[in-house]
């Protein structure tokens, strides 16, 4: 499968833990995004990555969020201290625009739960 | 005033039937437009991307208005694998085609 991936899947998690998320975009996609889906609502910008610089980030991500993607390629999304109104689907997505192609693919997505 | 807004639905269609979805978008300069459909716990996918000319893939046809900042999605002949979420999307000015703006997408059932 050569589509985006993310992992895990799904996590459980206590209040106040810290969590982090990884995504692998399409081999060769340069840029990389980082939405947040909760239920009901369409999924909301977090962040995006040319390369390995994040040269974006929304006002929705907070001192607890960081994202990082050290060598261009996969990227980690962490929460720290997570709070309820963090549980939401966390979406990766890449595209292309090196190669023309600017479609953004979305992965399958990570559903966190902060009980 | 949301950047993007659809009206939730439910849509309950029968099938065969033909079935439009409204989307306005608050932002004038905003520079591209498209469907994304997305099944239930799944990731969206792309529909179509929206041209000032009006563009059409089989029985999908999608068309935007700038001077009234609306686009709207005509699904004709609708089948039950159509039942989704479809989700408004928007490239707002200053993205650089990087960051998109989702409505809260408008929910179609199909039914025999």
């Known amino acids: 499968d050569t589509g985006v991936s993310q992992n895990p899947r799904h996590k459980i998690t206590k209040r106040g833990q810290n969590v982090t998320f990884r995504c692998d975009p399409i081999?060769?996609?340069?840029?990389l995004y980082w939405y947040r889906q909760t239920l009901g609502q369409g999924p909301e910008f977090l962040t995006y990555?040319?390369?390995?610089?994040?040269?974006?980030k929304s006002r929705l991500l907070s001192d607890r969020f960081s994202a990082e993607r050290p060598k261009g390629s996969f990227s980690t999304l962490e929460i720290q201290r997570t709070e309820q109104g963090d549980s939401a689907m966390y979406l990766c997505?890449?595209?292309?625009?090196?190669?023309?192609?600017?479609?953004?693919?979305f992965g399958p997505g990570t559903r966190l739960l902060v009980l | 005033r949301k950047e993007v807004e659809q009206d939730p639905g439910p849509f309950n269609v029968p099938e065969g039937a033909t079935v439009a979805f409204n989307c306005t978008y608050s932002?004038?300069?905003?520079?591209?437009f498209f469907w994304y459909r997305q099944d239930c716990r799944k990731e969206p996918k792309l529909l179509m991307s929206?041209?000032?000319s009006g563009n059409e893939d089989g029985r999908f046809t999608a068309q935007l208005n700038r001077a009234s900042q609306y686009i709207s999605l005509l699904i004709r002949d609708s089948k039950l694998s159509d039942s989704a979420t479809y989700l408004c999307?928007?490239?707002?000015?200053?993205?650089?085609?990087?960051?998109?703006?989702f409505g809260t997408g408008t929910q179609l059932k199909v039914e025999l």
């Open positions: 997505a890449s595209s292309g625009e090196a190669t023309g192609e600017e479609t953004q693919y």
């Open positions: 081999s060769e996609h340069n840029r």
């Open positions: 990555f040319q390369n390995e610089a994040q040269l974006e």
């Open positions: 932002n004038s300069a905003s520079q591209s």
């Open positions: 929206v041209y000032s």
């Open positions: 999307v928007v490239n707002p000015p200053g993205g650089g085609g990087n960051k998109l703006t």
